[in-house]
């Protein structure tokens, strides 16, 4: 006779899913790679 678990402890017969693959993702607001893109904002900084 087996044991009864308890609904968290069952094993799972389901396959692990594989993890998504990341994503390089680059940086929409970096105007640093960006030159000019915002034009004046050097002299924002200066102030």
Do not use: F, H, Y
Request: without cysteine.
């Amino acid at each position: 006779m087996e044991k009864t678990m308890a609904k968290g402890q069952q094993k799972k017969s389901r396959e692990n899913r594989k993890p998504k693959q990341e994503k390089v993702k680059t940086n929409a607001s970096n105007p640093s790679t960006k030159p000019g893109a915002i034009k004046g904002l050097e002299n924002m900084r200066n102030d």
